[in-house]
């Protein structure tokens, strides 16, 4: 079964930082890999999807890469700004289904 | 992005009760609709996946007498929590894909709803 872990759980960071967050999975077999932004009490906002062809994508200040071979993707969050707040999850998807990771609860102090 | 309406957003109900939510796909055929639950700190988990026309697949624990789902249109699902208790209390998400467009296209999820059972 796949397993998708997200580190670190929660991070910190002051206004205007570069930052990383980590997503990994067990079984490299995946269709595609969507990073998706979830606020308190909210609902899922897609942000970047990777097919399992590509490298990387990137949109805005986002960028996101996909190593499938080694079951790992980050999430690049360039010069980040209070409104980055939120929760952080990846999603990988071997078949109909997506299986996703407990999240990366990100704090930006203004 | 296309746009996935989830409604009501928050719902509140006594034990026993039934509650239905309603998963409508705005500006594209949904032709495939999840549903899925999220408890407090923890990971969304797949509870059933819905084909327009068909009967929903559950997933292994998910009692599907418990949590109907019908897919009755291209645009709606609908998830019926029947005799709610408190551990149903929890926060459901859908999302819907047109998988006739192809197996890689975008996810789009609902805004989520808050249930809690009192």
């Known amino acids: 079964k796949q397993e998708v872990t997200q580190i670190p759980a929660a991070l910190s960071v002051p206004e205007g930082e570069n930052l990383v967050l980590n997503c990994s999975f067990t079984d490299s077999a995946i269709y595609n890999l969507q990073w998706f932004r979830q606020d308190p009490g909210k609902g899922l906002t897609s942000l970047l999807l990777?097919?399992?062809?590509?490298r990387e994508q990137t949109s805005g200040r986002l960028n996101a890469s996909l190593d499938k071979s080694s079951g790992r993707s980050t999430l690049y969050i360039a010069a980040s700004q209070p409104g980055d707040s939120a929760t952080y999850l990846c999603?990988?998807?071997?078949?109909?289904?997506?299986?996703f990771g407990t999240g990366t609860s990100l704090t930006v102090i203004p | 992005g296309a746009v996935v309406s989830q409604h009501p957003s928050r719902v509140i109900c006594k034990s026993g009760t039934s509650v239905k939510i309603e998963c409508r796909s705005l500006d594209f055929q949904a032709t495939t609709m999840f549903w899925y639950r999220q408890f407090p700190k923890q990971s969304l988990m797949l509870m059933a996946t819905?084909?327009?026309?068909?009967?929903?697949?559950?997933e292994q624990g998910v009692e599907k007498d418990k949590f109907l789902i019908n897919h009755a249109s291209l645009t709606l699902s609908t998830l019926t929590v029947t005799s709610a208790h408190p551990e149903d209390s929890s926060f459901y998400i859908c999302?819907?894909?047109?998988?006739?467009?192809?197996?890689?296209?975008?996810?789009?999820f609902g805004q989520g709803t808050r249930l809690t059972v009192v």
């Open positions: 999302s819907a894909r047109d998988l006739l467009i192809g197996w890689d296209t975008e996810a789009f």
């Open positions: 990777i097919q399992s062809s590509q």
């Open positions: 819905s084909n327009e026309g068909s009967k929903a697949t559950y």
């Open positions: 999603a990988v998807r071997p078949g109909n289904q997506f299986y």
